[in-house]
Structures are given as C-alpha cells and as structure tokens.
C-alpha cells in the first residue's frame, strides 16, 4: 500500500487468505478495499464487483464500459489500494483459451501504470492460468510479471499453533479443552482453518447463537462426530467412486496379438 505497486499472495485453500485480507481491509477504511471475484467472472461481473467495493452505482442496467469508466476514475483520483481475492477468475477459465486476458492486462495499464497499489489473493491455479495464456495465445506474461513488485508464496499449511490462535478468536472465553478438540479435527481433516470455521458454523445452527463463548467439549464432540465427520466421509466415498469409474472410462483398449489379426486376415 506504501509503495502503491502490486503484491500477489498464493496459497493453498483453507489457509484463511481470505478471513486475513477482509480483516485487514477493515483495518484500512479510505485506504483499502476488498473485492472478490466470482466463479463465472467477465468483464461485466468484475467491474461490478469493484464498483460495489468502491461505493460506485452498480445496477444492472449498467454496461460492463460505464463500470469500467467509473471504476477507473475513482482508484485514479483517490489512489485506494484494491484487494482482489480469488484473482486467478481474472482469467478466463476454460482449458482452451481464444483470446489474451483482457482483465489482466486492463491490471497493467489502468492500475499499476498509474500508481495505484493492488493486492491479488489466489491459489495455485493463478499461475497455471497465466501458463495456458501464454502457450495458447502467446501472450506476453512478462509484462505482467514484471509489474509484481512481491510473489508471496505462502506455506502449504498453518502450523499448529497457528490454527489455535484462530480457534481461541473465534471461539472467545472457551476452554483448552474446547480449543484442542477444535484443533484436533482441523489436523485430522487436513483442511486447514477452514475446519475450524466449519466447526464454529455447526455450532453455532445447533445452539442458534453466533456467541461460542459458553461452547462445551461436548458441543464440538457432537458438531464433529455428528456431522462433519459423516459429511467428510461420505464426500470421500463419492470422490473415489467417480475417479475410479472414471479411470475405467478412460482406461486404453488392450491391443490385440499380431498373431490373433494375422488369424483373422487368413480367413
């Protein structure tokens, strides 16, 4: 944000990337915003993201140019830094790719020629994305990368102790015995903070309150036992079923012996 250059986080799902930078963009009003993209991200859907981040009119009657217009002279007048989480949907996502990567280049001339500082939060698939770009459309992905003042690759999963200073936030006045149970799953799941989010969300249906001050070993027992480990395991059940029939689909035909063709061309 000082230096009003760009920075790009990359990191694995469920490390909490986007709990972080919506916190610290709060941390930040009037210097910072946080906007996340969508799935079936265009043009249109991305400006508007950003114009409902900046404060800008965003109604549907608005066309992807109006936005973009908009957008474009309230960061250059004001200079507020954009933190754009889930940016690899910057990038068209099929696994053809017909055409350069407008947004990304819109990226490198309209935010970062004109000093204005810019975060990209993303997971791997950023850079998997940039690679298709540039083998399937030639597209110069040096200019970009040479506008990233900081890739920041972040390790492949907190430590324990990290995810225990998460869970003893998010559930407040708890007990040890709470937080290491808590901690327990998240370890066991390997899915990072994302478990502990997801525990705190059982918990917090089953009680009907968003307070977890009171939680009980005996609510995280039931919220993990009762159903995230039966959803867990029956999502792993699926998955192997539809890669093995899969695997059977894709699976080579057995070449036949020359000697059986030899036979068959004899008679």
Request: charged share 25%; with cysteine.
């Amino acid at each position: 944000m000082a230096s009003r250059n760009m920075v790009l986080l990359d990191g694995l799902e469920g490390r909490g990337k986007t709990e972080a930078v919506k916190a610290w963009c709060e941390l930040h009003p009037g210097q910072a915003r946080f906007v996340s993209l969508k799935g079936v991200a265009n043009k249109t859907t991305a400006f508007r993201e950003m114009a409902h981040a900046l404060g800008i009119t965003y109604g549907y009657g608005r066309t992807g140019p109006e936005m973009q217009s908009r957008v474009e002279d309230v960061l250059n007048r004001s200079k507020i830094m954009l933190v754009i989480d889930e940016a690899h949907f910057l990038f068209n996502q099929t696994r053809r790719m017909t055409a350069r990567p407008e947004l990304i280049d819109w990226i490198d001339t309209a935010i970062c020629n004109r000093g204005i500082g810019l975060a990209l939060v993303t997971t791997p698939q950023f850079i998997a994305c940039m690679a298709r770009a540039k083998n399937q459309v030639e597209w110069n992905f040096n200019q970009f990368r040479r506008r990233v003042k900081r890739w920041v690759k972040l390790p492949e999963k907190n430590s324990e102790s990290d995810i225990a200073a998460v869970a003893r936030k998010v559930f407040q006045n708890a007990g040890e015995a709470v937080i290491k149970k808590v901690v327990g799953y998240a370890l066991l799941s390997k899915r990072d903070l994302s478990a502990v989010g997801d525990v705190a969300a059982e918990i917090r249906a089953m009680l009907g309150t968003d307070n977890l001050g009171k939680v009980s070993v005996e609510h995280v027992h039931r919220a993990i036992s009762d159903f995230l480990i039966p959803s867990d395991q029956a999502f792993k059940v699926s998955l192997d079923a539809a890669e093995s029939a899969q695997r059977k689909t894709n699976r080579r035909p057995v070449p036949v012996p020359l000697e059986i063709l030899a036979r068959s061309e004899e008679r």
